[in-house]
């Protein structure tokens, strides 16, 4: 990878992460999507103004980059965030299949800032019936007709 370019894209996902930390948008954290040598999706997290737990940085930039390239899928594209992925953001990255990621603080930093995803790693690998919050299983039977009418349909997109 070439470092000038690598700079210049966490630059900017860096000076995204400020720019919503100091308008009250959320923590200071940043993104942006990159396709070829163009910024295709950009976001700063934005979990208190906008009240969504889920309006992450990484996750932003994604829906951002996913209605600009018309695409649910970012295969062609690389991710650049003011720091490593959270849980929630690793899954979604994972979704939208970019070919890399490249971040500038580590999970540990961020921990140090009190943002500690550590019980949320540790909660992905606990038994349901030992986690914080109970996850309880429920089996309807029109729940498994919609799985077995996905098995058939054949208007379906893989993802």
């Not at 966490?10 to 308008?23: D, N, P, T, Y």
Request: hydrophobic letters at 35%; a negative charge.
């Amino acid at each position: 990878m070439n470092k000038e370019r690598e700079n210049k894209f966490l630059e900017r996902a860096i000076e995204l992460s400020r720019k919503g930390m100091q308008g009250g948008s959320g923590g200071p954290f940043g993104c942006v999507i990159v396709q070829g040598d163009e910024i295709v999706g950009e976001g700063y997290n934005m979990v208190t103004s906008s009240n969504d737990p889920t309006a992450h940085a990484e996750v932003v930039a994604i829906r951002n980059a996913c209605e600009k390239l018309g695409t649910y899928q970012l295969n062609e594209c690389e991710i650049y965030t003011s720091c490593e992925p959270c849980p929630m953001c690793l899954g979604a990255i994972y979704w939208a299949r970019p070919l890399c990621v490249i971040y500038a603080n580590t999970k540990q930093e961020a921990a140090a800032i009190e943002f500690d995803d550590d019980f949320i790693y540790n909660e992905i690998n606990t038994k349901l019936e030992d986690r914080k919050i109970p996850f309880i299983h429920h089996p309807h039977a029109d729940a498994k007709k919609v799985f077995e009418e996905w098995k058939s349909w054949e208007g379906k997109k893989r993802y």
